[in-house]
């Protein structure tokens, strides 16, 4: 029989993982740009002075906008979480 609470939490869940695994995958990249990127900032020629400045203003701001665009996606999973009830049948056992 079609269990409506069991779809509702396999849902949540690959919505999470899915979402979890893309961050990942970003947070990675991210890191290893910005290896280069220091890498560039000290040992290139391309990044003097006034442009070295220019770089690291990009990537703390390009840092900012992951951190809040991971917060985001966070607070979005616990709103769709209540929204849809306690989908955790963990708590719902525990009530």
Do not use: C
């Not at 409506?4 to 899915?18: G, P, R, S």
């Not at 990009?58 to 840092?63: E, G």
Request: glycine share 6%; aromatic share 8%; charged share 25%.
């Amino acid at each position: 029989m079609f269990d409506q609470e069991k779809m509702t939490q396999t849902v949540v869940n690959l919505a999470k993982d899915f979402t979890t695994a893309n961050l990942t995958v970003m947070k990675t990249s991210m890191e290893q740009f910005e290896k280069t990127v220091h890498i560039l900032t000290r040992q290139g020629a391309v990044a003097q002075d006034e442009g070295a400045k220019l770089l690291v203003d990009w990537w703390s701001r390009a840092k900012q906008g992951q951190e809040q665009y991971y917060n985001l996606m966070q607070d979005g999973f616990k709103n769709m979480e209540k929204l849809l009830g306690n989908t955790d049948p963990v708590k719902k056992n525990h009530k």
